[in-house]
T-cell receptor
């Protein structure tokens, strides 16, 4: 069935460090791919998305490219800030138009 | 425009009691989705509703769980005779147009249920 596997955390980085959170997927067909962010005590917010192969989603300095050949959608940011500390979820829309979420990766950025 | 509202934010129940979780979608949204997030896991889809209709409940446990979205008022997720394994964060999301995948879903802050 459809599924998402993402890098386990927690991840701790110093401010201005480079961030990569890996995400790979299994799906029938060509799903849409998403990254959601969850700040402490809040609901999930859409960070970025890509709907077809080779699309790049970007927002707030974060980027992810839909790679069909490697079935991946890795999240990257060149220089993280303390305010980026949150839990990040990779997700896809799969069979039956349902959302499938990864387990989440907790990021802590220290000054 | 207020976002998706959920209440209560925290709910404590003893085993065997009932839990009622409420979700008010964003203004103008008539599609509601419920998800459950167990500790150390990602969100799992439970049910998708439109006003007065259950569209997809394939993620709902077969027993003790029910959901409704009446013509007036919030959507309700009801858990009867709660057990410790029901302890989780329950998130509601809404969208203005039907179908889960095509349109962005806007999430509420969640209700954290603790069963003692």
């Amino acid at each position: 069935g459809d599924s998402v596997t993402q890098m386990e955390g927690p991840v701790t980085l110093s401010e201005e460090a480079f961030l990569t959170i890996n995400c790979t997927y299994t799906a029938t067909g060509y799903p849409s791919l998403f990254w959601y962010v969850q700040y402490p005590g809040e609901g999930l917010q859409l960070l970025l998305k890509a709907t077809k192969a080779d699309d790049k989603g970007s927002n707030k300095g974060f980027e992810a490219t839909y790679r069909k050949e490697t079935t991946s959608f890795h999240l990257e940011k060149g220089s993280v800030q303390v305010s980026d500390s949150a839990v990040y979820f990779c997700a896809l829309i799969g069979t039956g138009n349902q959302f499938y979420f990864g387990t989440g990766t907790s990021l802590t950025v220290i000054p | 425009n207020a976002g998706v509202m959920q209440n209560p934010r925290h709910l404590v129940r003893r085993r065997g009691q009932e839990a009622r979780l409420r979700c008010s979608p964003m203004k103008g949204h008539s599609h509601v989705y419920w998800y459950r997030q167990l500790p150390e896991e990602g969100l799992k889809f439970m049910v998708y509703l439109q006003k007065e209709n259950i569209i997809d409940e394939s993620g709902m446990p077969k027993e003790r769980f029910s959901a409704e979205f009446p013509k007036e008022g919030p959507s309700i997720l009801r858990i009867q005779q709660v057990v410790r394994g029901d302890s989780a964060a329950y998130f509601c999301a809404s969208s203005p147009i039907g179908g889960q995948g095509i349109n962005e879903q806007f999430f509420g802050p969640g209700t954290r249920l603790t069963v003692l």
